[in-house]
Structures are given as structure tokens and as C-alpha cells.
């Protein structure tokens, strides 16, 4: 699996780095006596000092002076290990480094990641964008204009009329960056007029737009199971390529309502942690795409599993890939993407002119799909210069409750 020997895997470094190129992203950056650097992304929107915290303080130490190649062991170590298992704080820290083992050992070896894990499924990544307007009209003309840049996806979200801020909608005219302040923002909510809009939207974008793009959808988790349903299949005429976050997950049987009531097909999973998160979606066909990412439910190694698990019942991946992910993450999601048997689609938001400069990246954008590179390891790498320009800013997600006051899932 790896090249050199013992000696020259051994981790001599590794360090966190902090920076906020736009956004805050954590960066754990490993290196072995032969001098082959491994990158992980160990982000977690606005909790990112949380995990460098956990990283710096409880991970590095255990680093120092193990074989970079015994990746499986190095896994099993930081989350076996640990006894209080799980959670998104540990599971990002154990990503983190899972990811740079596998840029170092890919390295070693001089291969691209993807050709580590088993060689290539497919020759680029299916995408979708995100388009957004502060009404039907706006929103119509952001999926055109996607349609025009190639894409063949595209997410669309759409201002509910008469709330202040929706999720999903830029007010500054920028790409849709939800972490905007230091201290959580807090914004109204109110389903009966969300559930009013979303298929009068998809309505009118099939009239626009035809059957040949695929549309998704995000309902952020907003929803009771019922509710959930009837969204579900009001949507059915218009064909949806995926429902994503129709109700909150924690309890997995919820979704068993959605299914009884809809065929349209369903998504989650960005925020889980672990396969046990899924299980029962998964087991009982309750989902058709698995949301989990790699930066948040332990690294390439854990989703190689959950992945495994999933295409045993006909679930297919679609990672999360919203600008809170760094392009190390995204970078090492394309080889992933190029190789899991049952890819289904990947997010793609695009990251600022800052943020890409900070991580240079050999993946790109062709005709509707991503296309990992052929560098050794995951292609994406950090100017570490240019990164402490950037210093850390304080932001946090934004919180929602009802006109009554209520908190609500945001």
C-alpha cells in the first residue's frame, strides 16, 4: 500500500492552521521524516476553534513518532480510543488527520488518491449548483444562468414572501454564505407560507427550463414528518432529482412517514457523524442519496464504509459541498467521487478568489462535472503565507424561530 520504508513514513510534525481567506477554514497539516506533507481539512462552520482546540490539544501529541501508512490502525486509535465516540467535534479532528494519511501514503506511492482506493468508477464528478432569488421570477433566471455555465444540476431556493431572510438567499448580492456575525442571527420562520411557494416555484421552472436539467432542493430540516410528506408529494409532477433535509433526522423512523406518502426521491445526511446516524435510513430504504462528508464523519476511511453499506441498498452518495467545506475537503471528496461504485452527485458551491488562492487546487469544471486531478495525493495544497493574511473572524450560524417566538431548527 505504501512506498519507503517505516523510517520515512514516520510523522515528525503536524500543526494546525487557522485561517479566514472569506470564510474561517481549519487545516491540520502533517509531515514525515522524509518530508512528505499531507494536508486535512478540519472545518466545522462556526464551531471551527472547537475542533483546532481538540486537534491541537488532544490529537497532535498521539501523532508524533506513528507510521503515516498505518492508517487503519491510526483510525481505530483516535476513535476507539477516545471513549466518548462520535460526535461532530471528534469526528472532524479523526477526519482531519484520516485525510492527510491518505494524501501522504498516495504520495509515497506517486498515484493520485482515487487510484489508491481501487482506480476510477467514472471520468468526472456530476455537480449541481446552487441558484437563489427574492422571488419565483429571480430564481428562474439564476437556474438559466446556470444552465448557460454548463451546469446540468442545479439547487434552487427561492425568499419566502413576507420573511425577512430564507435560508438559501444571498442579501448581499454575493454567493450564499450563511455565517454571518459573530453572535448567532436570529431569523423568523413560517412553514405554511414556505409550503405555499416551493411548488408554485418548481412549477414555473419546469415551464422555463424543460426536463433535461436535474432540480433539487434543500428544506433545511424545517419540516414535521407529515409536512414533510405532503411537500414530497406535491412535488412529484415536477420530477425532482432529490428532496434534501425534509425533516430533522435524529429519529431515523420519521422518514418511514415521508415514504409512505411520496415517491420523491430523498436526501440526507450533511450533518451526521457516523454510520450509525444512517443505519436505519439506509437498512429500510428510507433515503435514496447519503449526505455525509467526509470532513465531518471521520474521514475517507469511515465513508468508505458508510459508502459500502449504502450501495448494498441501492443508496447512492451526494456529499455536501457548501463553501463551509475547504477545497482540501473537496479535493479529497473528487477522488472519493471518482472512485465509490454508487456515486450519485456532488454539491459544489464555488469558494472565493481568496479562498482559492490560499489552497491551490488541480480539480476543475468541464461540461457539468468536476474532474479530479492527476497529482499524487488529492491535488490541493496550502500557501501558508498567503493563509496568515487571513487571521480568524468570529462567525456563527444563524438560529430561527416561529412569529411566536418558538426556536425552530434552523
Not at 433539487?216 to 414530497?232: F, G, M, S, V
Not at 430504504?285 to 441498498?313: E, K, S, Y
Request: with cysteine.
Amino acid at each position: 500500500m505504501t512506498e519507503g520504508s517505516p523510517r520515512d513514513r514516520e510523522i515528525v510534525n503536524a500543526r494546525v492552521i487557522v485561517t479566514c481567506p472569506g470564510r474561517n477554514f481549519v487545516t491540520l497539516r502533517i509531515e514525515t521524516r522524509a518530508g512528505i506533507v499531507g494536508l486535512g481539512d478540519a472545518t466545522l462552520n462556526g464551531r471551527e476553534l472547537a475542533v483546532a482546540a481538540y486537534l491541537q490539544e488532544h490529537i497532535v501529541p498521539n501523532l508524533i513518532g506513528r507510521d503515516a501508512g498505518r492508517i487503519e490502525d491510526t483510525w481505530q486509535f483516535f476513535y476507539r480510543g477516545a471513549y466518548w465516540r462520535r460526535g461532530p467535534v471528534t469526528m472532524t479532528a479523526i477526519a482531519a488527520v484520516d485525510v492527510a494519511l491518505w494524501d501522504i501514503v498516495a504520495k509515497l506511492a506517486g498515484m493520485p488518491l482515487y487510484q489508491m482506493l481501487g482506480g476510477r468508477s467514472r471520468e468526472g464528478a456530476l455537480v449541481y449548483g446552487h441558484a437563489n432569488g427574492r422571488d419565483i421570477a429571480e430564481t428562474s433566471d439564476e437556474v438559466r444562468r446556470h444552465i448557460e455555465r454548463g451546469f446540468r444540476a442545479v439547487r434552487a431556493q427561492c425568499a419566502v414572501p413576507g420573511l425577512e431572510k430564507t435560508y438559501g438567499i444571498s442579501s448581499s448580492g454575493k454567493a450564499y454564505e450563511p455565517a454571518e456575525s459573530a453572535l448567532p442571527l436570529e431569523t423568523q420562520w413560517s412553514t405554511p407560507q414556505y409550503l405555499r411557494l416551493v411548488p408554485e416555484l418548481f412549477e414555473r421552472l419546469r415551464v422555463d427550463h424543460g426536463n433535461d436539467v436535474e432540480l433539487l432542493h434543500d428544506a433545511h430540516h424545517r419540516l414535521t414528518p407529515i409536512e414533510a410528506a405532503r411537500l414530497a408529494r406535491d412535488l412529484e409532477p415536477y420530477r425532482l432529482f432529490w428532496l434534501e433535509d425534509a425533516t430533522p433526522a435524529e429519529n431515523q423512523r420519521a422518514f418511514e412517514l415521508i415514504r409512505r406518502h411520496s415517491v420523491t426521491p430523498l436526501a440526507v445526511g450533511e450533518v451526521f457523524n457516523s454510520i450509525w446516524d444512517c443505519k436505519h435510513l439506509i437498512e429500510q430504504q428510507l433515503i435514496d442519496f447519503i449526505r455525509t462528508t467526509i470532513v465531518h464523519a471521520g474521514g475517507i476511511t469511515h465513508v468508505r464504509r458508510l459508502a459500502d453499506f449504502a450501495a448494498l441498498h441501492q443508496v447512492r452518495t451526494g456529499f455536501h459541498g457548501a463553501t463551509d467545506l475547504s477545497p482540501v475537503c473537496m479535493g479529497a471528496a473528487l477522488h472519493f467521487d471518482a472512485w465509490v461504485p454508487n456515486f450519485g452527485i456532488q454539491e459544489w458551491m464555488l469558494h472565493s478568489q481568496e479562498t482559492d488562492a490560499v489552497f491551490p487546487h488541480d480539480y476543475v469544471f468541464r461540461d457539468g462535472r468536476l474532474f479530479c486531478g492527476e497529482s499524487p495525493g488529492h491535488g490541493v495544497t496550502i500557501d501558508e503565507k498567503l493563509a496568515a493574511k487571513f487571521p480568524y473572524v468570529p462567525k456563527q450560524l444563524p438560529v430561527a424561530r416561529l412569529a411566536d417566538g418558538t426556536m425552530w431548527d434552523w
